[in-house]
């Protein structure tokens, strides 16, 4: 099985305005701090983590820790339903 | 960002509705006020509010289906890269109005109910409407746009509260508010009718709690908060008077909240005559309580002055006859025995909105 892919839930968007990233859930709009923003940008149904990775690596490479808080920003994001992992994308479904 | 960038715009775009709900939040005046922008208004009003910072919109009223240049309203606001949100009452849109709502980009709906059955509901709504209700739910389903039931909760709707629940697991809402009464407009008019005890609001707290225990995960998000006049502080009213949610009514003012409108002395500003922008930053209404400058003793010296920001103005204002002072819902304030003496003043019957 090949990694899985992020992407916003369905109900889930992604505004960028001058003061920043804002995601919009149903009733609910959440500042994005930090890296949030830029990481949310990658999230397209397409990427996988590692994907994300290596974008943000090449973007910032001196940084330490990203890999970690790519991931705990994920997990955070998935609990908070703004987030969800595509599995396997089937031929189905993805011709 | 500063403390003052909105995220949120509320979109009042008519006082009309359909039902008679005798809690409704729109002003006792609202039948001599006609509605006041044009689409065009909204327009221009969700471009400047994103502009601003402003993500999202709730399309609101009234009955915001009441208009029938709704889904060209709707268009503007997706135009403006807002998310918008519908608040609706169940009619008189339709379940294929609202497919071409959903058609021109609306992202979540929110239709109210105002009890568990069609002969309760239809009852405090004043109008046979719980069926058109329940097939818009179905639709907002079938369309795969997020759902929030909402039902205000009161004396004669609290003790079914499991009903509801049972109803919006089988709607397969994704929200469900559980929205205890708040008492502005016709519902401070209709308080000694509505007002609950505090024994149907403990058990309905519990149900509440067991019916998330049951559903653990899954089922409906359950939002359920105490009402001010029984819990020991104000709500942290709208996040704040003028900090993240802003308020166009339906005669076109910029408000921190539908109900700032209603106090006296207060100036506002009009979009048809000043940019959102500067109707939101600096027309005196808005700076008036803004931050915590203006805040009285007990709440000046309060440590919780940035968790409630001294609660109400509008409930201030309606229940002291001066905005300024503490919330009286507040244990602190000196005038909490009104609050008090409130919970005990029940009589049956409500003046239905009219
Ligand atoms: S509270 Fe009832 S009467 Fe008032 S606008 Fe909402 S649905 Fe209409
Ligand atoms: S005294 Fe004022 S700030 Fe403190 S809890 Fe009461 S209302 Fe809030």
Sequence with gaps: MSSPRYALSRHAALKIRSHGHVLVLPERAIRLEGSGGEILELVDGQRSRADIEAVLDARYPETEGLAQEIARFLDEMIAMGGVVRVEEITASTNP | ?354
């Excluded at chain 2, 503007?76 to 849109?93: E, N, Q, S």
């Excluded at chain 2, 709504?125 to 997020?146: M, N, V």
């Excluded at chain 2, 509505?194 to 559903?215: D, F, I």
């Design chain 2, 1 to 354: 960002m500063n403390e003052t960038t909105p995220l949120n715009l509320i979109a009042e775009l008519t006082y009309r509705c359909p039902l008679q709900c005798p809690y409704c939040s729109n002003p006792l005046a609202f039948r001599e006020r006609r509605e006041a922008l044009s689409a065009e208004d909204w327009g221009r009003v969700f471009e400047e509010a994103a502009a601003l910072g402003v993500v999202h919109v709730g399309l609101t009223g009234g009955e915001p289906s009441a208009r029938a240049d709704l889904p060209e309203i709707l268009e503007r606001a997706v135009a403006a890269d807002l998310y918008p949100h519908l608040v609706t009452a169940g009619l008189p849109l339709k379940p294929d109005g609202l497919s071409q709502l959903a058609d021109l980009g609306l992202r979540s709906v929110q239709v109210s109910i105002q009890d568990a059955t069609a002969e309760g509901s239809d009852r405090i709504a004043g109008t046979r409407s719980f069926e058109a209700k329940l097939a818009l739910c179905e639709r907002t389903k079938e369309l795969d746009l997020a759902l929030t039931l909402n039902c205000v909760l009161h004396r004669e709707n609290l003790d079914g509260i499991d009903e509801i629940i049972d109803l919006a697991e089988r709607l397969r809402a994704d929200r469900l508010e559980l929205a205890n009464t708040q008492y502005h407009g016709w519902a401070l008019l209709n308080r000694a009718a509505l007002m609950p005890t505090a024994e149907q609001l403990a058990e309905a707290s519990t149900k509440v709690k067991a019916a998330q225990a049951r559903l653990a995960g899954g089922g409906p998000n359950m939002l359920f908060v105490l009402p001010d006049y029984f819990s020991d502080r104000p709500k942290p009213c709208m996040g704040g008077w003028g900090r993240v949610a802003m308020v166009v009514d339906p005669i076109g003012r910029v408000l921190p909240c539908h109900e700032a409108g209603e106090i006296d002395g207060l100036e506002f500003w009009d979009v048809r005559t000043h940019s959102v922008a500067e109707a939101w930053n600096e027309a005196p209404g808005m700076q008036a309580y803004r931050g915590t400058d203006w805040m009285p003793e007990p709440c000046r010296s309060c440590p919780e002055r940035e968790v409630d920001f001294g609660g109400c103005r509008c409930q201030a204002f309606r229940l002291l006859g001066d905005a300024a002072r503490t919330d009286p819902a507040c244990t602190r304030s000196p005038d909490h025995e009104i609050i008090v003496a409130a919970r005990d003043q029940r009589d049956p019957g409500f003046v239905p909105r009219r």
